[in-house]
């Protein structure tokens, strides 16, 4: 809430704008929930087609919490998937080979995306590892009972070597406390969301690459890192 209060930009989910969702919602019984859901907002198809009573249930409360969001009156509304349209406009490819320094917080789970990264970017790189989500720590054999002193500790000590560097950032849902923290301490934050994840190959968010792609398994090369990094857009070609 603190970081919906203090972004000056947030995307919603455009499939679940609409009308507020009736009283008591969530109490609907496990027959009529997914209906209810679809007959109100504009529902993918894909995510239709694999829609359950826990999945209505999620989406719902989804759109509960932009009910509730307390935003700046200055907030600027855009698209939830902007982090894509960024990487397709060459937008990410620009801060990679352009910016004099770029920060980076996500896991361990994306340490292949970035070893290339400081391979070709060197000391223009720095990198702040956050905890992976707590199945994910413990395969690769990290310690779950301390992941909340990491993200404190993180919040503590991150922020921008030289006012304006921006910071790419995905890590779940405390990517919007960090962006916050680190806008704040003079940089400028952006959630790249599952971008870090395709630049991997990992086709993660089925239901956004069948939406931009057709294809909900597969990450189109352009999105892979060797193809966002072979654009040739310029950071002035966005001023």
Known sequence: MKAARHSEIIGLRSDLLGPDLPKGFLDLPDDRIGC????????????????TPEKARRLAETRLA??????RPDTIFTNAWMHVDLAEAGFISAVLNGAGSVAIVTSSVRKNVVGQL???MGQRLRYFEC?????????SGGNHAHIWRRWQDLL???EPSRPGQPLLISAGIWTKAVATVFRDR???AIDLGSVMDYLD???TRPPVLATYYGNPKLVP?????????SREKRLEDFC
């Open 36 to 51: 209810e859901l679809c007959s109100l907002y504009p529902i993918r198809e894909v995510e239709k087609r694999a829609m």
């Open 66 to 71: 932009i009910e509730s969001f307390p935003t």
């Open 118 to 120: 400081a391979s070709k």
């Open 131 to 139: 905890p992976a989500y707590p199945w994910e720590d413990r395969e």
């Open 156 to 158: 503590a000590y991150i």
């Open 186 to 188: 003079g940089g400028v």
């Open 201 to 203: 190959g990992a086709a």
């Open 221 to 229: 090369n352009h999105l892979k890192l060797e193809g966002i990094l």
